[in-house]
T-cell receptor, first 112, second 108 residues
Framework: DAGITQSPRHKVTETGTPVTLRCHQT?????MYWYRQDPGHGLRLIHY???????DKGEVSDGYSVSRSKTEDFLLTLESATSSQTSVYFC???????????FGSGTRLTVV | GIQVEQSPPDLILQEGANSTLRCNFS?????LQWFHQNPWGQLINLFY???GTKQNGRLSATTVATERYSLLYISSSQTTDSGVYFC??????????FGKGTKLTVNP
């Protein structure tokens, strides 16, 4: 979707290294989310943000941190990547008028 | 937490057939959405439907909140309808809980 972009699209990293994934939106939506998608688990919420510098944990937040210094950017950081964090990561944005969610194209992260 | 179950897990159709996908949820919800994940991984929001019925072209959805289920109807299916269909609900928190999805394959 043109209003939300994720970078990088693919990344391979080594165990123990830090990794930052970026989500950028041009829709000026207040709410932003990070999900991970794994076979057998569907999509699970990692962290979300309800405004600049306002963030909270989701159901699988251990090992992840987030930051939102501007409305348009939401960063997900793996401080020390582990093989269990190999996954596809999706960013989503939402407004509270339509309640619709728009997802980014995803980042495929492989931790070796 | 709230549980979301989708059925069937897999569905194979011939082009032109109709289908019904079901989503059951365990508690009251204030937000229910249907998504389609295409074979390239892109997630597309189909419907926001916490109650009632909506239609968009060949797709329609009905949610009966009092009975805790939602149905997604696909009529005259096309090969481009293939992918995984997810139901997701929110119970008042910020967490949108996804079901495990129905994988639809439409053969030409």
């Amino acid at each position: 979707d043109a209003g939300i972009t994720q970078s990088p699209r693919h990344k391979v990293t080594e165990t123990g290294t830090p990794v930052t994934l970026r989500c950028h939106q041009t829709e000026n939506h207040r709410y932003m989310y990070w999900y991970r998608q794994d076979p057998g688990h569907g999509l699970r919420l990692i962290h979300y943000s309800y405004g600049v510098k306002d963030t909270d944990k989701g159901e699988v937040s251990d090992g992840y941190s987030v930051s939102r210094s501007k409305t348009e950017d939401f960063l997900l950081t793996l401080e020390s990547a582990t093989s269990s964090q190999t996954s596809v990561y999706f960013c989503a944005i939402s407004d509270r008028v339509s309640y619709g969610y728009t997802f980014g194209s995803g980042t495929r992260l492989t931790v070796v | 937490g709230i549980q979301v179950e989708q059925s069937p897990p897999d569905l194979i159709l011939q082009e032109g057939a109709n289908s019904t996908l079901r989503c059951n949820f365990s508690d009251s919800v204030n937000n229910l959405q249907w998504f389609h994940q295409n074979p390239w991984g892109q997630l597309i929001n189909l419907f926001y439907i916490p109650s009632g019925t909506k239609q968009n072209g060949r797709l329609s959805a009905t949610t009966v909140a009092t009975e805790r289920y939602s149905l997604l109807y696909i009529s005259s299916s096309q090969t481009t309808d293939s992918g995984v269909y997810f139901c997701a609900v929110r119970d008042g928190s910020e967490k949108l809980v996804f079901g495990k999805g129905t994988k639809l394959t439409v053969n030409p």
